[in-house]
């Protein structure tokens, strides 16, 4: 194949429909793929379903994403590639077969990849905790769920065996984007130095607008066009993994040098050991040029063998964390809002609060920086309190909220105070993280056809 272009559809679950649908229909794309998992996505949907039987798994935006999609694709015939199959791809794969129906999109071959999910064997298969060396033992009755990250291979055998859509659970995120690029241009998987390269475009393209100005503008500083109308990005890729990141044209935004040097940063903690389960990419090498207006080339960057080992990311049951937060405004309104912490510590000692951890903060003052916050600015005219608490029960952590109420008229004059509502205390799932040797994981492939 000469040349391959590549879109993205999604940085995330939440992303902006409408770009979506914008890149569907004007980028005359080859693949489209979607970016929409992420550790705190798979916590939430591992939440929704404890709590909700009927939840299906999959994408909570799932069908207004495919609404604005679908039709572009269908009559472009871009193949798609995403992991909005979450912690259900078959669920996934077979709902979209019925919107394909229903938009004429008949004869499309889908493809569910599984297997990624280890949740009960995870004991067994794993021994350390990479955030703190504990042996994964010690989460033994608290988890909810446990979930490899494939990479690009089982997408690739997907597109192999004819797939027009393929939907994946828990991929990383580059994999998404170098699979059509292994497929198509029939790479070898471990030539490190092609993957390595294809990688790297991958991670430009999957954080969505992010390489095209979006988390980026600041105002004087660094101005971007148009932001409220970024467009999302596209890659031109050659055979050597070479590729020109871009944009749809008549959108905002912006791609140049510092846009994509941000992104090639983001969530990279060594720039030259870069782990995937495909490659370790090598960033350090790579050539970055402005060849037009939105126009980025890039080239040179490396890769090393694979590892034998893939992450896994263990959802764990953590407790309960209560919050609320009220107001005031005007002069005095910090020496109020001092008062008030003072009066919630004494109250919740009172009722014998037993958190894990608790905080009482001034949004607008001290809630980022906390102490290292400057102490000599002007008193603000207003100022939100909001206190947060972790606890093991939920009945702890709503003792937060009952003390809250109690300031509507048991507090300081002018508290501004939201009416009582029932979502005041949630259950948190933390996530941990461990390694799996890559054999013991074995991805499952489910075909559909519309």
Same mark, same amino acid.
């Given at each position: ?6 879109g993205c559809g999604a940085g995330w679950f939440a992303d902006r429909m409408g ?21 705190? /996505?798979?916590? $939430? %949907? ?5 709590? &909700? @039987? ?8 799932? !069908? ?57 064997d995870v004991l067994s298969l794993t021994d350390t905790i990479m955030e703190d ?8 009755? /608290?988890?909810? $769920? %446990? ?5 690009? &291979? @089982? ?8 797939? !027009? ?219 939100i309190v909001r206190i947060a608490g972790r606890a093991k029960s939920q009945s ?55």
């Amino acid at each position: 194949m000469a040349g391959l272009r590549i879109g993205c559809g999604a940085g995330w679950f939440a992303d902006r429909m409408g770009p979506s649908k914008k890149i569907a229909e004007t980028g005359d794309l080859d693949y489209l793929c979607l970016e929409t998992m992420a550790e705190a /996505t798979m916590s $939430s %949907a591992q939440l929704r379903k404890r709590r &909700d @039987p009927s939840y299906r798994g999959y994408d909570f935006n799932f !069908d207004e994403r495919m609404h604005n999609i679908l039709p572009g694709c269908i009559r472009r015939k871009t193949k798609i590639v995403t992991n909005q199959g979450w912690i259900n791809p078959e669920a996934a794969a077979e709902r979209t077969v019925e919107l394909l129906r229903e938009m004429g999109g008949k004869g499309r071959k889908i493809a569910a990849i599984s297997g990624n999910i280890i949740t009960d064997d995870v004991l067994s298969l794993t021994d350390t905790i990479m955030e703190d060396g504990r042996p994964v033992s010690v989460l033994d009755g /608290t988890i909810v $769920s %446990a979930e490899a990250y494939l990479g690009a &291979d @089982p997408i690739v055998e997907a597109l192999r065996q004819g797939a !027009d859509i393929v939907i994946t659970g828990r991929v990383a995120d580059p994999s998404l984007f170098v699979a059509p690029m292994i497929h198509e241009f029939g790479w070898d998987p471990l030539d490190a130095k092609r993957v390595g390269q294809g990688s790297g475009i991958g991670h430009l393209l999957e954080c969505g607008p992010q390489v095209t100005g979006g988390y980026f503008s600041d105002p004087g500083f660094k101005d971007v066009p148009d932001p409220w109308n970024l467009g999302l990005p596209l890659a031109e890729v050659e055979n050597d993994g070479t590729a020109i990141i871009t944009k749809p044209a008549n959108c905002g935004g912006a791609v140049n040098l510092m846009t994509v040097k941000e992104q090639i940063f983001y969530e990279v903690h060594d720039p030259s050991n870069y782990i995937t389960p495909d490659v370790i990419v090598d960033f350090t090498t790579a050539d970055l040029s402005q060849v037009g207006p939105d126009r980025v080339r890039v080239a040179g960057i490396s890769g090393k063998p694979r590892t034998p080992t893939l992450k896994v990311s263990i959802a764990c049951k953590e407790g309960f964390v209560g919050e609320d937060m009220f107001f005031y405004a005007g002069p005095g309104a910090m020496q109020r809002a001092h008062l008030a912490r003072r009066m919630l510590e004494e109250r919740l000692k009172e009722a014998k609060l037993d958190v894990e951890a608790l905080r009482i903060e001034f949004l607008g003052v001290n809630a980022v920086h906390g102490p290292l916050s400057p102490t000599n600015l002007p008193e603000p005219y207003e100022v939100i309190v909001r206190i947060a608490g972790r606890a093991k029960s939920q009945s702890e952590a709503a003792k937060i909220a009952r003390e809250v109420d109690g300031m509507a008229v048991s507090g300081i004059a002018m508290t501004g105070k939201r009416f009582p509502h029932s979502d005041r205390t949630r259950e948190v799932i933390g996530i941990w993280s461990s390694l799996v040797a890559r054999e013991k994981v074995k991805p499952i492939i489910t075909m559909y056809e519309s």
